[in-house]
């Protein structure tokens, strides 16, 4: 029987895969047409209740965690690239 921290880990490496695409487009288009900035505060905040709900529930979750982490980075680097072209497009 297949522990459900692997159905969870698959999750978050799908949505994973998602991030350095987004963060490409972002960085070179130097436009936010199409990105909402809400969006991307709510997802950073579910990452971040993932990690603590990890490190309360299962703190030996380390492979969890550690995507759980990777993904938060990709949307925080995708958050500033977002505010980069709102300072470019005033410019």
């Excluded at 459900?4 to 130097?30: D, H, N, Q």
């Excluded at 603590?52 to 529930?57: A, G, V």
């Excluded at 030996?60 to 709102?86: H, T």
């Amino acid at each position: 029987m297949l522990h459900p921290e692997f159905f969870e880990g698959i999750m978050l490496i799908c949505f994973g895969m998602a991030w350095p695409v987004s963060i490409y487009k972002t960085y070179k288009a130097r436009r936010n047409e199409g990105k909402s900035i809400h969006f991307l505060y709510v997802i950073l905040i579910g990452y971040i209740s993932g990690i603590i709900f990890q490190h309360l529930s299962n703190p030996k979750a380390i492979l969890i965690m550690s995507l759980f982490i990777l993904n938060s980075c990709m949307i925080v680097i995708d958050i500033i690239l977002f505010y980069r072209n709102e300072w470019l497009m005033k410019r």
